[in-house]
């Protein structure tokens, strides 16, 4: 690279003159200003001097034999490139279209015959603080672009170890679309998807204020609270609370995220929603009707813990049913006469789009329509979930992220949680995480969970708050069964859930006892029996669900004490098998 400096050496001149006389006048002129001349007879000798010692400044007469100066200010001009060597035309010409065709073919500037010394001197001297200037503002440039270039390869690095962070859920899976379309490396716009251990998954899509890397600087950490919290089984709720909690902590002021986290629960054919400034979201039935998900809450990162509401609103669906989320960008795309996609074009896309038409691809070609080729003016992502029959994403449990470490064989612990916390704190993402730590039951996370998710509602709801399974005999039962249950969790003063879990290796595999205790009065379990599933049943179901899952389910003291029995295998020896389950047994 060039030294940006200005040179205390002499400067290079070349003079292409065919006239000897007035090339010795002129080399001898500037050879007494202290400057190294180099001299050609014509355009052509002229070149071939350029090319072997790149003098810094180059004196052309127009009119030469062999190749006149205008076809050779051409030739220098493309062998110079980026650098700035002056030419200046000698010419004792004074026709206004030969002047400024020796100006089209790369002059920049004339010298009038006869030579004037003062002259000369003063418009070397001009074009060479020129020439310098050029020359330090290139190797500005040179270092610029070198500086840019090792940013973008820094950033693409860092958007792999993003895309691997942030990608590793399941926005693949059959029942969702999507499309994300970045501004830059980095973007403001994050989207996170990741299966539930108790079935179904969580969603999140979010737009930093900003773009850019700064935009993404919360990106890593919401990343990381989503994915480890979802998949230890901690409700949307919870999460919405960690990731507002560490934004508002690390995020200056004047940045926040707005955001929609969505849980999808397909056993139970339901959708739970928190819209915190994103656009509002739609959920489109399968007989045509549209439901709007409005945006009650403000942005991630605004508010403190105490005054943040992670309430979210409850959706009854059918399989069939799509939820349509989507950030600001997409109202926000604009056309080449400037005017914003909106809410008006997206109801009348959805309006036109046919009973079998999907959404996602009826909003993206009226969004590709309205802009044509206009460059994206803001981060824009979109995303459509498909509710459907559990059956469908059974696999999807498996992309829960594993821990490298081996993890205890052996164990016994044993959790209590007692009085107000029975009603402000839910153990299960902590047993899950501790049953988590045994290599071969981490593929095992969704029936493990089922479990102690059934087992500690069992002892809540029917140990400790004394509630009557009957009354959830007819849907409208539900209404009072639940408003029941607020109510007396306000009152769990002297209560306990204890859970003992132990677990053990055996030949095929391991074997994984967990036992519930809690201090209510009991209840009549032998009430619910295997036969009396009959598919009518609003109650009961969780007790059946054990008894497939677990090898086998005996209950003592009344009912205020649950023994369950689960056996896992190996793979090969699953394999075998074609389960990592029994069902031997029922009521002990």
């Known amino acids: 690279m060039d030294d940006p400096l200005p040179e205390n050496r002499p400067l290079r001149i070349l003079i292409a003159d065919d006239s000897d006389s007035d090339r010795l006048i002129l080399k001898t002129l500037l050879r007494r200003l202290g400057h190294e001349v180099e001299d050609a007879e014509n355009g052509l000798e002229a070149v071939n001097i350029f090319r072997k010692s790149a003098p ?5 007469d127009a009119l030469m034999p062999v190749m006149d100066g205008m076809e050779a200010a051409r030739q220098i001009k493309v062998l110079a490139g980026e650098q700035l060597v002056p030419l200046i035309f000698l010419t004792s010409l004074s026709d206004a279209g030969a002047l400024a065709r020796c100006l089209e073919a790369g002059g920049d500037d004339f010298l009038t015959k006869p030579y004037n010394r003062i002259i000369i001197e003063a418009k070397i001297n001009a074009f060479n603080r020129m020439r310098l200037m050029h020359r330090t503002l290139s190797h500005h440039r040179d270092l610029i672009r070198e500086r840019n270039s090792q940013l973008l390869e820094e950033q693409k690095i860092a958007k792999r170890v993003f895309d691997n962070v942030a990608h590793t859920g399941c926005l693949d899976a059959p029942n969702i679309r999507f499309h994300a379309s970045p501004m830059s490396i980095f973007n403001g716009d994050v989207l996170f998807a990741c299966p539930r251990p108790a079935g179904g998954m969580q969603i999140l899509i979010g737009d930093f204020t900003g773009h850019g890397l700064p935009a993404a600087i919360g990106a890593m950490p919401v990343a990381e609270i989503f994915y480890g919290m979802t998949s230890k089984g901690f409700s949307g709720s919870d999460v919405l609370r960690e990731i507002n909690q560490k934004l508002g902590r690390i995020l200056p002021t004047g940045m926040f995220c707005c955001a929609a986290m ?30 709007s998900i409005v945006s009650r809450h403000l942005p991630l990162g605004v508010l403190g813990s105490a005054r943040f509401d992670a309430g979210m609103d409850v959706f009854h669906t059918e399989p069939g049913d799509t939820l349509l989320m989507m950030t600001d960008g997409v109202m926000e795309a604009e056309n080449h006469q400037g005017e914003m996609y909106g809410e008006q074009r997206l109801v009348r896309s959805l309006d036109q789009m046919s009973r079998q038409g999907s959404p996602f691809e009826t909003i993206m070609a009226g969004i590709r329509t309205f802009t044509g080729n206009q460059p994206e003016q803001d981060d824009l992502t979109l995303i459509t979930l498909r509710m459907v029959e559990d059956a469908e994403l059974a696999v999807i449990s498996d992309r829960l992220p594993q821990s490298a470490l081996e993890g205890p064989s052996e164990w016994r612990c044993v959790y209590e949680v007692q009085d107000r916390t029975l009603g402000q704190f839910s153990p299960l993402p902590l047993l899950l995480h501790i049953c988590m730590e045994v290599p071969g039951l981490r593929r095992k996370s969704g029936e493990i969970y089922t479990l102690l998710s059934e087992l500690y509602s069992n002892a809540l709801e029917h140990g400790v708050l004394g509630l009557c399974s009957d009354w959830k005999a007819t849907p409208d039962g539900f209404g009072h069964y639940y408003a029941e249950r607020e109510r007396r969790l306000a009152d769990v003063a002297g209560h306990f859930i204890r859970f003992t879990l132990t677990h053990a290796m055996t030949d095929r595999g391991g074997q994984l006892v967990i036992v519930c ?54 793979s090969e020896v699953a394999g075998r098998e074609g389960s990592t389950t029994q069902q031997l047994g029922g009521w002990s």
């Open 56 to 60: 810094d400044i180059v004196l052309l």
């Open 262 to 291: 969505i849980q999808a629960d397909f056993h139970l054919n339901q959708l739970q929603i928190w819209n915190g400034g994103l656009p509002d979201g739609v959920l489109l039935r399968k007989d045509g009707m549209r439901e």
């Open 517 to 570: 205790e809690d201090s209510g009065s009991g209840f009549d379990f032998s009430s619910v029996r295997p036969e009396a599933e009959d598919g009518r049943r609003y109650s009961g179901r969780g007790l059946l669900l054990l008894q497939k899952i677990g090898r086998s389910l005996s209950y003592r003291e009344h009912g205020t004490k649950a023994e369950i029995v689960y056996d896992w295998y190996f």
